[in-house]
């Protein structure tokens, strides 16, 4: 079993990305499109966390205020499984809350992603995965590349996620509250 530490996408961009995914469906008969059934952006995923990972989230999310991150554009992940993604700039409140995540959330971790770690972690939205054929890659990008990917998405919450619970209902969710 594993778990994740994100943070879930606000309206209107996590109807954008179920839209996207719904149409990757459609069109290319892609099924298991993302990790999760929620959109949302990973900062640290773990074989588990223990009791104490609760007090570290919410102490981190209510020291930390909401924030926005801007797009990038369009990226892929090339391995054993290949990912299509949204890319989020590196840098400002999202850089600042990963980098805390990462050391307060790791001392409760065992078996930590090092991909995740501050020096190889890139900020993303999974847009295609799972199923995705090599094949599928060029047509997959030319469908996604016709719309424009400029926005500006708030981030106001941390979510612990179970790898077994799919719905956002079962995940442990701490809204932040500081004070810009």
């Not at 309206?11 to 990790?35: H, M, N, Q, T």
């Not at 999202?94 to 991909?115: K, N, P, S």
């Not at 500006?152 to 996620?161: A, D, K, R, Y």
Request: hydrophobic share 45%; glycine share 8%; with cysteine.
């Amino acid at each position: 079993m594993t778990q994740a530490i994100v943070s879930v996408l606000a309206e209107p961009y996590c109807a954008r990305i179920e839209d996207i995914w719904g149409e990757l469906s459609a069109v290319f008969g892609l099924k298991d499109l993302a990790a999760a059934s929620i959109p949302h952006v990973t900062y640290q995923w773990a074989d588990s966390y223990d009791a104490g990972i609760e007090t570290a989230l919410a102490r981190i999310a209510d020291a930390t205020a909401p924030f926005q991150v801007r797009t990038r554009g369009l990226g892929i992940f090339r391995g054993a499984e290949s990912v299509v993604y949204l890319a989020l700039a590196h840098g400002g409140g999202i850089a600042r809350i990963h980098e805390r995540l990462w050391r307060d959330a790791a001392a409760h971790a065992t078996g930590v992603r090092e991909y995740y770690a501050p020096a190889t972690w890139v900020p993303h939205i999974t847009l295609a995965s799972g199923d995705l054929r090599d094949e599928q890659l060029p047509d997959v990008l030319r469908f996604l590349g016709r719309r424009q990917y400029e926005w500006t998405v708030p981030i106001s919450n941390l979510c612990l996620v179970p790898e077994t619970a799919k719905r956002e209902r079962d995940w442990q969710r701490y809204e932040l509250g500081g004070v810009p």
